[in-house]
């Protein structure tokens, strides 16, 4: 029997499009409907009707397993209604009509969230106290315009199962109406799937997008560092490597009033699992005026004091956030605070973050929905990022 064993999910958010991905029991068709919904303004209530009309439909031909398919001719930051049919000779299969919102302009305000280590590490299952589920419930409480992985979203990235079981399954009512994007941890192991799961641009493991006024770049910093060899490794972040070389070019060619970068490894966290060796990159980071960077791979919360040629800076330096927040281990905690760190807590959670052309909020938000910790950031006149605490 034909049926949807995963999804359907956003990818690639647009101001004029959006990719729409799932996975089917089997072989099949692959086409998607763009339903309009007559909105509500009567009396009190603000609400969608049920979407009945279809706007247009995308089919792509031949069979297959895992789909993608990219609906375009949207209007910017639009709420829209989806529906994904899949058919074969055994016969057919159609999703329920779910929301998506296209992308912001430039100049408009946007939120989006940001956790990883859904895949939860050393010992963590689905029995106790499912604390990726909880990350989940809450990111879709704030309802963001997409939300970031910052990697390990799976313990086994060969594990088929793995997927479903730490990431799709646990994410679905999330993932249904929120593109996400991924950066590759150790524990994803570079694997075959992840390039079948997510359509971020080639070559999937790094890569960089607009949103609003922000440039953001994914980096895969387990091709920077070899999991076997850090924190001693051979040291390939210099010109002729391409990602390296991407990551300067990239950030060369973006005009974007924010920038914000996110990759797995960290160089700063007092967590026991500091990757010094990624330092490497920050005078790029610094030299190209990056605002923010999300890392994870220790399942903590830490925020660093602004950071600028490996000092604290409160002028010019840059804020590392580690937000290893679906997972709990408070053990990965050293006994005390590296001189970097700013604020440290080992607590499920996620960030949430909330952009503005001149103003840039982040909060840190636990499992029960509680602010542990906050970050203001503002841009000046001339561009310049000021740190407001
Ligand atoms: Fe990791």
Redesign the pocket.
């Known amino acids: 029997m034909l049926s949807i064993v995963k999804g359907p999910y956003l990818q690639r958010p647009t101001v004029n499009s959006m990719t729409i991905m799932w996975e089917t029991s089997e072989p099949a068709s692959s086409s998607v409907s763009v339903l309009v919904a007559e909105r509500i303004h009567s009396g009190y209530q603000g609400n969608y009707k049920t979407p009945t009309e279809i706007r247009s439909t995308v089919s792509k031909e031949g069979y297959s397993t895992i789909h993608q398919v990219t609906v375009d001719h949207l209007n910017p930051s639009t709420i829209y209604f989806y529906q994904v049919l899949s058919e074969n000779e055994q016969g057919s299969i159609e999703s329920s009509p779910y929301p998506f919102k296209t992308a912001v302009q430039q100049g408009e305000p946007f939120s989006f969230t940001v956790t990883s280590e859904t895949g939860g590490y050393s010992g963590f299952d689905r029995s106790n106290g499912q604390v990726n589920q909880n990350i989940f419930d809450q990111m879709l409480k704030y309802r963001p315009d997409f939300t970031l992985f910052v990697?390990?979203v799976v313990n086994d990235g060969d594990h088929y199962e793995d997927w479903e079981m730490y990431f799709f399954g646990p994410g679905k009512d999330l993932l249904v109406s929120t593109p996400c994007y991924n950066s590759l941890?150790?524990?994803e192991k570079n694997a075959s799937l992840f390039y079948d799961f997510f359509a971020f641009d080639p070559p999937q493991n790094f890569y960089s997008f607009d949103y609003g006024d922000v440039h953001f770049i994914c980096l895969d910093s387990t091709d920077f560092i070899n999991p076997e060899s850090y924190p001693n490794s051979s040291g390939i972040m210099s010109p002729g490597n391409a990602q390296y070389d991407f990551l300067v070019r990239d950030l060369q060619s973006t005009s974007a009033r924010w920038k914000i970068v996110f990759f797995?490894y960290p160089p700063y966290v007092s967590g026991g699992y500091q990757v010094e060796d990624l330092r490497q990159l920050c005078p790029i980071f610094e030299q190209y005026g990056v605002d923010l960077v999300f890392n994870?791979?220790t399942i903590v919360y830490e925020r660093s004091h602004p950071l600028r040629a490996d000092k604290i800076d409160y002028d010019e330096g840059i804020v590392y956030i580690v937000a290893g927040g679906a997972g709990a281990m408070p053990e990965w905690l050293l006994p005390k605070r590296d001189w970097h760190t700013s604020q440290s807590l080992a607590v499920p959670h996620f960030i949430q973050v909330v952009v503005t052309t001149d103003h840039l909020m982040l909060r840190a938000i636990d499992h029960e929905g509680r602010l542990f910790d906050s970050l203001q950031l503002k841009k000046g006149m001339n561009g310049r990022r000021l740190f407001l605490g």
């Open positions: 990697g390990d941890g150790n524990h797995h994870s791979h």
